[in-house]
């Protein structure tokens, strides 16, 4: 066990709806990290936060937004879903952000739009 | 840009052996950090070994080593005494000093054979 946790593990819904995922990072660790792990694509970095500010961004649609919150836990929102956003959803956490820092992650999301 | 290449799919290996997977990367920085990590079937991220280019010496963590060649842009991984919990999905990941997201490889399936 990481210590980070995330919910809901399994979403089911259809194209055009939107859902909100969210992580909650190990105890003292203040930055968030979001990737995408889809069949085709392997596993993509989103964005990372930092005590509630973003600080790097990739991959992420326009489609996708997040935001981490005061208590430091950060929630993804994925908005006008597509098929193709069928996917494991992936938090990880880490003390402060640095390049010297080991992400730990969570268990994920898995996330089947129909 | 970062890329990060695993050639092998697919490898097996018998319980007791020794097995080691490949990764190379590319990239222009000189300082970054090098990470192994292993996905099993329930798709948790779990952190193997990670090594700080800047350091000569091979990272090891009980029957997992590296051989980092840094002028080869060569990292890989060798699992001694592989047991059956080693059965896993193994991801290379490149981390650039500048910001915190990961760029993967796209994996090596391993499983052991008893």
């Known amino acids: 066990d990481s210590g980070v946790t995330q919910t809901p593990k399994h979403l089911i819904t259809a194209t055009g709806q939107r859902v909100t995922l969210r992580c909650s990072p190990r105890?003292?660790?203040?930055?968030v990290y979001w990737y995408q792990q889809s069949l085709d694509q392997g596993l993509q970095f989103l964005i990372q936060?930092?005590?509630?500010?973003?600080?790097a961004k990739g991959n992420i649609l326009e489609r996708f937004s997040a935001q981490q919150f005061p208590d430091l836990h950060s929630e993804l929102n994925l908005s006008s879903l597509e098929l193709g956003d069928s996917a494991l959803y992936f938090c990880?956490?880490?003390?402060?952000?640095?390049?010297?820092?080991?992400?730990?992650f969570g268990p994920g999301t898995r996330l089947l739009v129909l | 840009a970062q890329t990060v290449t695993q050639s092998q799919p697919e490898m097996s290996v018998q319980e007791a052996e020794t097995v080691t997977l490949s990764c190379t990367y590319d990239?222009?920085?000189?300082?970054?950090?090098l990470f192994w990590y292993k996905q099993p079937p329930s798709r948790q991220m779990i952190l193997v070994i990670r090594?700080?280019?800047?350091?000569?010496q091979n990272a090891t963590e009980n029957r997992f080593s590296v051989n980092f060649q840094k002028a080869a842009k060569s990292f890989s991984l060798k699992i001694s005494d592989s047991q059956l919990g080693d059965t896993a999905m193994y991801f290379c990941?490149?981390?650039?000093?500048?910001?915190?997201?990961?760029?993967f490889g796209t994996g090596t399936s391993l499983t052991v054979i008893p």
């Open positions: 090594q700080e280019a800047y350091k000569q």
């Open positions: 990239t222009s920085e000189s300082n970054y950090y």
């Open positions: 990941a490149f981390m650039k000093p500048s910001g915190g997201e990961f760029y």
């Open positions: 105890s003292g660790d203040l930055s």
């Open positions: 936060y930092y005590n509630g500010e973003e600080r």
């Open positions: 990880a956490s880490s003390v402060e952000g640095g390049t010297q820092e080991t992400q730990y």
